[in-house]
Each structure stands twice: as C-alpha cells, then as structure tokens.
C-alpha cells in the first residue's frame, strides 16, 4: 500500500487511482484507445492518446512508486566514496511492472541516443 505523505491524513494512492471523479478521463481513454484501435495508424493512436489523457501517466507513477528504506551512512571516508547498497536498491521500484517500465525508458532513452543522431527513424 503507498500513501502520498507522512501524516495519518495522507491519501491513499490506491483510493486516487480507483476515485469516480476520474471516470471522464478514464472514458476518453477507452474511446480514443477504440479509435486507435480501428480507425488511425499506430503513430496517431499513441500520440493521440498520450496526450490527451493522464490516466496513463497515472498507472506509470503508481507503478514506479516504492517506498525507499531507511538509508544511513557512516562517517567512514570509505563509505562517503561509494553509493551505499541500499541507496541504489532503493533508486529502481521493487514490483515487476515498475521495474520494467523503468527499463523500457531507460532502453527508449539509450536507443534514441544512438538512432536520432544518424538519421534513423525514431519515435
């Protein structure tokens, strides 16, 4: 279970996700996912529907969020050189989903590095 904040007051991500208030973006999701689906060419789906609806960036951060641990460092200089163990476990989300969109860009952002400068069709 994540919550946003410390305090006992703290909003349940779950309960933002699943609010009814959120039907109508929900809704035009699914419509311009059908019209994707059938009427237009990949590249006008995807960028039709990224863009216009939030519920997706919203299912991408609630995949990703995770509650880092409790990272402390000594005063040895040798550990000040090196990242701790536990900062960089805590850097990559815990669940299967949120590690795999986390590579996907990772590899999207390697990719278009390497492609965009020598012309090659990307995006």
């Not at 994540?2 to 208030?21: A, C, F, M, Q």
């Not at 609630?62 to 163990?85: A, F, G, I, L, W």
Request: aromatic share 12%.
């Amino acid at each position: 279970e994540v919550t946003i904040g410390d305090d006992p007051k703290s909003y349940h991500l779950d309960l933002l996700l699943k609010n009814p208030r959120l039907l109508g973006h929900y809704a035009i999701l699914g419509i311009l996912a059908a019209i994707g689906l059938v009427v237009a060419h990949v590249q006008i789906s995807t960028r039709m529907i990224c863009s216009t609806s939030p519920a997706i960036f919203w299912f991408i951060a609630y995949c990703m969020m995770s509650k880092p641990p409790n990272t402390t460092r000594s005063n040895n200089s040798k550990d000040q050189e090196h990242v701790d163990e536990k900062y960089l476990s805590s850097v990559l989300p815990r669940n299967f989903v949120g590690r795999l969109v986390w590579y996907y860009a990772l590899l999207f952002m390697l990719l278009g590095v390497i492609l965009h400068p020598n012309f090659l069709p990307w995006t």
